[in-house]
């Protein structure tokens, strides 16, 4: 395939391995800001700037609030508009500078402690700015997905290369800690490490540009406005019970990101185990990638779901009997084995999102993947984002200081949001997944329907 090609028939072409890599890297970029603010940020926001715990959960969920409007827009915008070079590849060449400006404002600290509403101002205004450059890039990006990859194992493969790429963003969001760190982890550190990453941001989009395509029978469907893209998708049975799995899921993730720093600080006394722990995680999640791609050559996609999330949610509820005398290697091992489950419950459900598609295709003939990724997008972030402002209220509640030892209850409620809440959340989401009918062979029926209709 060329690398300038815009449209293909179907089935016609397929990404190969070094193409897959290159085009997951665009979930590099956006994994490694969004990994950034939902493992640091609130922890950059509370210690280093010096926001309240509880205004700076309620900054993160105000700005994806405001996701509930843009992400489905942009979603639905990438369906019905056409330009010279497709429908979604174009958001790519728009979005990567904005991302990238925004991402570097966002961890600077221009307020003193003392002047809390115009901080809280501040960082809500530019986490917007960022949410709509982020939703620019990653909506229409994630829409090319299953119109690229029209086969049940093909999609798993490329989501597979993607969620390898997203894990290596993570990783890198973890060398921003650890870089702003090492300069001293004032404000003017996470400063220079912010804007250093934000130009890495920008690298991966124009190749991802290059190698991408899209299908030259994936005709936009009529006009709609948000309101009636909202009703298409909130009468999809099948969509709605992957969106409850999916939020449910993505809450549990972002509880266990923001809650690890204050884990590894106050309750176990070891605050250096952070940036390692981290790694541990990701290289397992990363390194068992190969393993579950086999699985899912054998297993229906949300069987493989329960087992990783269930594995994870145990070893989530041993973890809040971790004390500081725990040794650091039986710790490091525990989140090592957590990894293997984690990659499960964080890479299966994007790859079911394409089955939901071209089950909608098959009733109203259109292709539809950017108001259900807009949709699917947004549920991920304020999902995420309403547990993490939960947590910020709560540890407030329970009395937390920054930078301070904390009371007994404060210490619960870390513990707490660290290791049994994202638990629960995680059985939540396997109760969904028990039964989900859009199995393999229902799937191949789907498809076999569609490719009849030429």
Known sequence: MSPDARTASPRENRLGP?????????????NLSLSSLSIFFFFF???????????????????????????????????TRTWATGRRRPFFLIGMIPFAVCFAL???????????????????????ALSLATTTLSVPYLALIPEMARDYHERTSLNAFRAGCAVSGTLFAVGMRALADSWGGDADAYAAAGLI???????????????????????APPPASLIEGAIQVATHRNFLRLSALFVSARIAVDLVAAALAYFTAFWLLRPGDLVPAMLILLLSSMLSLPIWLQ???????????IAGAGFWAFLLCAMFFVTPEFPQ????AAIGLAGFGYCAADLTPWSMIGEVIDEDE???GQRREGIYNGFFTVLR?????????????????????????????????????????PACFLAIAIAFAVGYPLTRAEHERIRGELDARG
Request: with cysteine.
């Open 45 to 79: 926001l509370t210690e280093v700037a010096g926001l309240r715990p509880g205004l700076a959960g309620a900054a993160m969920l105000v700005a994806r609030c405001f996701d509930a409007v843009s992400d489905p827009l942009i979603g639905r915008f990438s369906d």
């Open 106 to 128: 966002l961890w600077r600290t221009p307020f003193e402690p003392t002047e809390q509403a115009a901080m809280f101002a501040y960082y809500t205004l530019v986490y917007m």
């Open 329 to 332: 290697f039986a710790l490091f």
């Open 295 to 305: 699985i899912a050559k054998r297993v229906d996609k949300h069987k493989m779901f």
């Open 362 to 364: 098959l009733g109203s």
């Open 381 to 421: 972030k304020i999902g995420g984002a309403s547990g993490v402002a939960a947590m910020g209220l709560t540890f407030e509640l329970a009395g937390y200081v920054p930078d301070q030892p904390q009371s007994d209850e404060a210490l619960l409620a870390i513990r707490v949001a660290a290791t049994l809440a």
């Open 18 to 30: 070094i193409a897959k890599l290159i085009f997951g890297m665009g979930d590099h970029s956006v």
């Open 197 to 219: 990453f934000a130009i890495w941001l920008m690298v991966p989009w124009l190749p991802a540009y290059r190698v991408s395509f899209e299908q030259a029978d994936a005709d």
